[in-house]
C-alpha cells in the first residue's frame, strides 16, 4: 500500500476544527515563488501549480524508468501547500488578491536528494519542452506554530483566523510573522470538484510565547 502523509502525520495534515499549537519539523519541498492574484485565469500562480505537478510526478513515476532513487518508496502525492504574505502588511487582506505575493510548494519525500531533484527537472524539461528554471528544492523548519482546520470558501478564512488569534491570546502567544515565518495553508481539496463551502484547507501561523 501507498504510503499517505496525510494518514501518517495527521497532526500536520489533519488538525481538529478548533486551534491547537504545533511544533513543525523540518521538511524539503518542491517550490516556486510568484506574485499576483491566484484566482487569474492563466495567471502566474495557476502555472506554478503546473510547474510543481510536472516535477513532482517526475519524481513519483521514476519507478517506471530508469532512474532509481535510493530509498524510493511508491506514496500518495502530497497535497499542495502555500506560503503567503503582503508587502508590508502585516495581516492578510483577501480583498486584495493582487498584492499577493506567495511560495506554492509540494511536500518532497525525505528520500528525495538535491541530485535526485535536479535530475527530475532535466527529465521534466527534456518530456514537456518545458522550462522548470523556476521550481526550487526548499528546505524549511516551521517551528512553533498555531494551526486549524478551515471549512469552506477561501475569502472566508479570515473567520477561522480571529478564532486562532483568540486562542493565541488565551494561551499567552502572539503571532511571528517575519521575512521568514509566513502565514500557511495546506489544500486538502481539489477546488475544481469541490463547492467553496466544503473546502478544507489547514491554515498555520507561525507564533511565539509572550515575555513575561
Known amino acids: 500500500m501507498a504510503f499517505d ?23 524539503n519541498f518542491l517550490a516556486v515563488r510568484g506574485m499576483g492574484d491566484p484566482n487569474e ?20 513515476m521514476s519507478k517506471m524508468g530508469n532512474r532509481k532513487i535510493e530509498g524510493y518508496f511508491d506514496y500518495v502525492m502530497p497535497p499542495l501547500e502555500g506560503f503567503w504574505w503582503q508587502e508590508g502588511m502585516r495581516e492578510m487582506d483577501f ?23 535536479q535530475w527530475a527537472k532535466n527529465e521534466a524539461q527534456r518530456k514537456k519542452n518545458r522550462d522548470f528554471s523556476r521550481v526550487e528544492f526548499m528546505t524549511f523548519q516551521e ?42 495553508e495546506i489544500y486538502l481539496s481539489d477546488a475544481r470538484r469541490i463547492a467553496p463551502q466544503r473546502r478544507r484547507t489547514v491554515i498555520r501561523d507561525p507564533i511565539k510565547k509572550i515575555q513575561e
Open 5 to 27: 502523509y496525510k494518514k501518517e502525520y495527521k497532526e500536520f495534515y489533519l488538525p481538529k476544527k478548533r486551534p491547537e499549537i504545533i511544533e513543525m519539523p523540518s521538511m
Open 143 to 184: 517551528g512553533l506554530c498555531v494551526q486549524c482546520m478551515h471549512i469552506g470558501s477561501y475569502d472566508e478564512e479570515s473567520a477561522t483566523m480571529e478564532e486562532m488569534n483568540r486562542y493565541l491570546t488565551r494561551e499567552g502567544f502572539v503571532l511571528d510573522f517575519t521575512e521568514e515565518r509566513r502565514h500557511h
Open 95 to 117: 480583498t486584495r488578491k493582487a498584492d499577493f505575493q506567495w511560495i506554492s510548494m509540494i511536500r518532497l519525500p525525505d528520500f528525495v536528494k538535491r541530485e535526485d531533484f
Open 41 to 60: 485565469e492563466g495567471g502566474d500562480y495557476k502555472i506554478s501549480i503546473g510547474l510543481l505537478y510536472g516535477i513532482a510526478f517526475t519524481i513519483k
